[in-house]
């Protein structure tokens, strides 16, 4: 029963994502992995389009995980999925807003949240690094020089340090949105035929 | 028909919701402060708060708790549905379309580029939420920990999230945090 595990997929996702649209990135990893709905290529890719489009990021990314699994009913149970445990737990919390944000456990259970929230992403970050940099066939056909030279996508590790240099070290070009940055590189791509 | 103008509202919030996160806060403030009057700069900045550090997406729960505070249990259910509903429409066009030209090569070569652009937008992410929540050398282990555990083993984000709310608990009892 497919939409069954997508709506359970996700709401898992809701429950424990914590920190953000990005914080849904290491569940959504875990999940390609476990269910084979979509590759890891695949999941970069919707993620380059969930910051290109309108709405919240986390959001775009389970409609957009439902439709590829399931078409549009796919698309409405996984979104479905993912908000359900936020308005259970928001509407719970609502009531007691003062106590909760002032509550000891709850701090303290975040300040172990946060840098796990972070390990996950760059985690999750680190093996779609692994797919866009690395060509792991090369190493397979040869040893020595050539073969570890051949092991990185040169182009794409080119475009890294510019993209690099661009967001951090441009002040001009700090503040601009994201998605300026993934239009620019769709155009690059194009152009230099990665 | 406040039930109506709140699914509108979030709705539109949504829609300008673009990559979500702090471009929200503007969007809200004027929306929902400014223009309908449901909550003030400093409530919605409460909300935010703790949006922020609870489970799920911050914009959806900032829109559970507006909605609930403008029309009970209903209102924020409408409130949420209302700010996920652009998205649903949006996203499963695009998707519907890039799927029959996924095989074209110039999109193939489009989006091998925009892969690598979306690995600096995390790694920028990371750089980000990195400064406001490993403070102490508590938090860096527990950072440490889950990096290196998560890349080389293969253990469902779920447990790590768990073990470490209790470990924040622990750490901060034994007088750790800070240090």
């Known amino acids: 029963m497919i939409f069954l595990r997508l709506f359970w997929e996700f709401f898992k996702t809701g429950l424990f994502a ?140 080119a475009l890294a340090a510019v993209l690099l240099v661009a967001t951090r070290g441009v002040k001009a070009l700090k503040k601009l949105h994201p998605v300026v940055f993934i239009a620019a590189s769709a155009v690059i791509g194009i152009l230099f035929s990665f | 028909m406040k039930l109506l103008s709140l699914f509108l509202s979030f709705a539109k919030v949504g829609v300008m919701t673009f990559g979500g996160g702090y471009a929200m806060i503007p969007i809200l403030e004027r929306e929902i402060v400014d223009k309908q009057g449901w909550a003030s700069s400093e409530e919605l900045m409460d909300y935010y708060a703790v949006g922020q550090c609870t489970p799920g997406v911050i914009a959806v729960n900032t829109a559970t708790f507006i909605g609930y505070k403008v029309g009970g249990i209903v209102g924020g259910i409408i409130a949420t549905l209302g700010v996920v509903f652009p998205s649903l429409v949006i996203i499963t066009l695009i998707a519907g379309i890039l799927t029959n030209f996924a095989d074209i090569p110039a999109v193939k070569s489009a989006f091998s580029a925009i892969r690598v652009c979306v690995c600096v937008l995390i790694f920028n992410a990371v750089l980000k939420l990195w400064k406001g929540a490993v403070k102490d050398k508590g938090a860096l282990v527990l950072f440490l920990l889950v990096f290196v555990l998560s890349v080389f083993f293969d253990i469902s984000p779920v447990i790590f999230v768990l073990l470490c709310a209790a470990a924040g608990i622990v750490l901060t009892r034994m007088g750790v945090r800070g240090k």
């Open chain 1, 18 to 157: 914590v920190g953000g649209g990005m914080a849904t990135l290491p569940f959504l990893y875990d999940m390609s992995t476990r269910t084979g709905w979509f590759t890891q290529a695949k999941l970069a890719d919707m993620i380059a389009v969930s910051e290109s489009t309108p709405g919240p990021i986390g959001v775009n990314m389970a409609t957009y995980v439902g439709f590829e699994t399931a078409g549009i009913p796919g698309a409405v149970t996984a979104t479905l999925g993912l908000i359900c445990p936020s308005i259970i737990i928001i509407l719970i919390i609502a009531r007691v807003l003062k106590q909760f944000r002032e509550n000891k456990t709850v701090d303290a259970a975040f300040y172990g949240l946060r840098p796990c929230s972070i390990a996950l992403i760059a985690a999750a970050g680190l093996l779609v690094a692994k797919i866009t940099f690395l060509d792991t066939e090369a190493l397979e056909l040869g040893s020595g020089i050539a073969a570890f030279a051949g092991l990185f996508r040169w182009k794409a590790v």
